[in-house]
């Protein structure tokens, strides 16, 4: 600010104090009045939060608390997580009491070995439980502690649109400077579906965002809200400029257990030449339906993990030990049958394919056109028809259809989706407001309540 401005500001600080002064009983102090009055006006908040101060998950989390919605939003689980997961969290709690006290900072021991030993073979690698595994506060914890380890003032983070919402403010708070590059769909054929499997990188739009300024490039795959799993030439792509250029990769595979129609999920890590410049994250929350366990992990080189660990050791320093012990036995009993029909990893992935159909079906009945999905909690509906007939919803003159129309769904229908927009950088999110997200995560009791509403909307489209 100038310094004639700042004399300004003062004196006009000063003559409304002394206005002030005038209705206040005799004997108050202008200097302890003037002092509070500039100690108020200083700015609370640090300069890292600036623009991120709403969240999509906040914001539609007040409007689903009616008793009568459906809500399809939000990807948790409406049901039990399995029973050896729920019988490992009993036996835990009422077992060894020492398992209510600290455990090691960066994980429970047997944790970060069953870690080790099940990943490193996915992996082709040798992992080490002391060095290569940290255990977080669930994958948010594990990304929040990468972004602060890895990115620093003025670095660039190459983001791939749609992405998981916390990708972005999370660059931002580390004082990078996200890039992004969209997905580009492959037109279908009439009167076919459109499948995840049709986004598709463009080669030259992603060379084309790598700079000497280009410090991490993130992965989700199997990805949020989209449910695309990359394929192999995708991900060696994405490799082959990772090395080019000396990025890190961070990826994001919570739901890599959760992939449909004989689609495979391939870790980048896995590739020639990535393991040294990668982070894998992962979930239990996903991993076994337990997402109020909040246990998530990192698996790197030491070269990385050594600077993820000193966030962790001045930030949370040590996460629940009880939740960490279930989710130790329930991947012991997990590696006993992996590979194998009776193996967890395949009877969920089969079971809930089979409520994504459910679901695909369903939606068609009113006009929505689903996205298949190839894997993921969640599937993707094209609202273009709806957009084109209702164009005119309320709502703020900026805010996205998709918004509005979710609102409308939820006051008009009693259904809860999330917007896609959201899930775009802001100069993108009016290209794709006309996609709605749902989850098919739910229990039988939720899918019966689904088709009732949409019986009831359908009945009324033909009335």
Known sequence: MALGGMFR????????????????????????????????????????????????????????????????????????????????????????????????????????????????????????????????????????????????????????????????????????????????????????????????????????????????LILNTPNNPLGKVFSKAELELVASLCQQHDVLCITDEVYQWLVYDGYQHISIASLPGMWERTLTIGSAGKTFSVTGWKVGWVLGPDSLMKHLRTVHQNCVFHCPTPNQAATAQSFQREQLHFGQPSSYFVQFPQAIQRKRDHMIRSLQSVGLKPVICQGSYFLITDISEFKNKMPDLPGAVDEPYDRRFIKWMIKNKGLVAIPVSAFYSQPHQKYFDHYIRFCFVKDESTFQAMDKKLQEWKDELGA
């Open 9 to 216: 500001n003062a004196a006009a600080i000063y003559l409304h104090m002394v206005g002030s002064l005038q209705r206040k009983k005799a004997g108050a102090s202008l200097t302890r009045c003037l002092h509070q009055t500039l100690i108020m006006s200083k700015q609370r908040q640090a300069r890292r939060l600036d623009g991120i101060d709403k969240n999509l998950w906040v914001e539609f989390s007040k409007l689903t608390n009616e008793n009568d919605l459906v809500n399809l939003g939000q990807g948790f689980p409406d049901f039990p997580p399995p029973d050896f997961a729920v019988e490992a969290f009993q036996h835990v709690v009422s077992g060894d009491f020492m398992l209510n006290q600290y455990t090691s900072a960066f994980g429970y021991p047997p944790l970060r070995k069953i870690l080790a030993s099940f990943f490193g073979k996915l992996l082709g690698q040798e992992i080490d439980p002391l060095k290569n595994v940290l255990v977080t506060v669930g994958a948010y914890g594990a990304l929040f502690t990468a972004f602060q380890a890895l990115v620093d003032e003025g670095d660039e983070v190459i983001i791939i649109e749609p992405f998981f919402d916390c990708y972005e403010p999370m660059t931002l708070m580390a004082g990078g400077r996200p890039v992004f590059v969209s997905l580009k769909q492959t037109p279908t054929q009439d009167g076919k579906l459109d499948s995840s499997s049709n986004w598709q990188l463009d080669p030259t739009e992603l060379a084309s965002k790598f700079t000497s300024r280009t410090k991490v």
